[in-house]
């Protein structure tokens, strides 16, 4: 079963632009968790650009309370500065079901690669065995352009890590331009290869109501989805709950195939 984790970092954006406190990022994640999603994703940068540390945790307040996974997205190499104590820091507050470890910088608008398994692998080891002491469940982001016949892959499990998410803005684009089957092969390829190395799959970034089934049914045994850009963009015109119940039909529509 694919589960739906809604990222919330486009409300804090919102409610950034303005100052105060709406949208309440509390009420939106409760109005998604009330509407089917399985989970809550957010990413808190060190420069405070979207998810604060005090909403990182009142949300995890609220996952906790509504039994549901909290998803805590980081670099865990930047250093901490004011207002921001380090990812590891946050995860050692809030004890996150899951921490997905992304290597961002201040300078990227998003999250737009991930790591080099083969490069970082040696530095990510004690992290991923200190998150796992912490009791979290450990994600790697992954590149789309990890060689699915090298051994980036096996180098990703030997941290220790318990899955890795597929960054898949890479798909969208493809899909946006009437040419996603090369794309939708080669994730097919990496995520088969990680799953026999013994890690789960995960997968984020660009999906949509549009383009996610596809992928659903070209990637099998994708476990968590992790929708926030999109998701929010689309509840712009149908509402927030409807449209998280229109990604929780897509995903009971690929579960049954």
């Known amino acids: 079963m694919t589960v739906l984790s809604v990222n919330v970092n486009k409300i804090a954006v919102l409610r950034n632009s303005r100052g105060g406190d709406e949208p ?6 409760t109005t998604c968790l009330d509407a089917g999603a399985h989970g809550i994703t957010v990413h808190p940068r060190p420069d405070a650009r979207h998810i604060r540390a005090d909403d990182v945790q009142a949300l995890a307040g609220l996952t906790r309370a509504r039994g549901v996974e909290f998803n805590l997205e980081g670099n865990p190499f930047a250093p901490p500065r004011p207002g921001y104590p380090g990812f590891i820091a946050l995860c050692e507050q809030v004890r996150p079901a899951q921490a997905t470890l992304v290597p961002d910088d201040d300078s990227q608008l998003t999250s737009d690669h991930g790591f080099d398994f083969v490069r970082d692998g040696a530095r990510l080891r004690p992290l991923v065995e200190q998150l796992h002491d912490l009791g979290c469940r450990v994600s790697l982001f992954a590149n789309a352009d990890v060689d699915p016949d090298a051994a980036a892959v096996e180098r990703a499990a030997d941290t220790g890590a318990d899955r890795i998410e597929l960054y898949t803005g890479p798909y969208a684009e493809a899909w946006t331009a009437g040419a996603a089957g090369p ?6 390829t990496i995520a088969a290869r990680a799953q026999a190395a013994g890690l789960g799959v995960n ?3 660009d999906l949509n109501q549009a383009n996610l089934a596809a992928f659903l049914q070209a990637v099998p045994d994708v476990l968590e989805v992790s929708i926030g850009h999109a998701l929010i963009g689309e509840a712009l015109y149908d509402g927030l709950g409807a449209t ?3 990604y929780r039909a897509i995903l009971a529509g690929s579960d049954a195939h």
């Open 24 to 29: 309440d990022v509390v009420r939106a994640a």
């Open 183 to 188: 794309m939708l092969e080669r994730f097919a």
């Open 203 to 205: 997968a984020g970034h």
């Open 244 to 246: 998280v119940r229109g």
